[in-house]
């Protein structure tokens, strides 16, 4: 049976509009992602918004129609079963690794390494290193523009001191006259 709608735009928003297993945004692409059975309806799931996964195409089109079929069979990581942490870990040149057999399973079965998804981890990275540098940036200046602020009233401070100083001098030089 197909979804209705409404169903998949819950599915859609409730994943931010972007791939659950990857990342990748409707932005990224250029268009709406897929709807994927995580228990695939061929071997039985159902169409419970529990068993719903917004997903790239790529993604969807490496999964399949993956299930377990005995104990020993590796089970894919799901993402409604919380966070990807304790199953991968990002590396800092993009590529992730597994920490856990689900993890390592579901890396090698969604080419979660992909080399398009590794330089797009590499710019998400990139963007946020420059984000925090023009917020370090902008503090910084904060910071300088503060101190010129200081700077001016001590000046102008000086200056009425020297001013007091001259009219004392002048006032004593009188007096002695
Ligand atoms: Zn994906």
Redesign the pocket.
């Known amino acids: 049976m197909s979804l209705s709608l409404e169903i998949r735009e819950q599915v859609r928003q409730r994943a931010r509009r972007a791939?659950?297993?990857?990342?990748?945004s409707e932005v990224d692409v250029g268009g709406l992602?897929t709807i994927d059975h995580f228990h695939p309806q061929s071997k039985g799931g159902s169409d419970d918004l529990d068993n719903l996964i917004y997903?790239?195409v790529?993604?969807?089109q490496y999964k399949q129609d993956y299930w377990p079929t005995c104990e020993a069979d590796p089970m894919l990581w799901n993402p409604r079963q919380g966070n990807t942490s304790g199953n991968f870990v990002e590396l800092e040149d993009g590529r992730v690794v597994g920490i856990s057999s689900c993890g390592e399973f579901t890396i090698l079965r969604?080419r979660l390494n992909r080399a398009p998804?590794v330089e797009y981890r590499m710019r998400r990275r990139q963007q946020a290193e420059q984000t925090r540098l023009l917020q370090r940036y902008r503090d910084l200046v904060a910071l300088l523009t503060q101190a010129n602020g200081q700077l001016s009233d001590l000046l102008l401070e000086q200056q009425q001191l020297l001013q007091e100083q001259r009219d004392l001098l002048r006032f004593l030089l009188e007096q002695q006259e």
Do not use: A, I, P, Y
């Open positions: 791939c659950e297993f990857c990342g990748v992602l997903c790239c790529r993604c969807n969604l998804l």
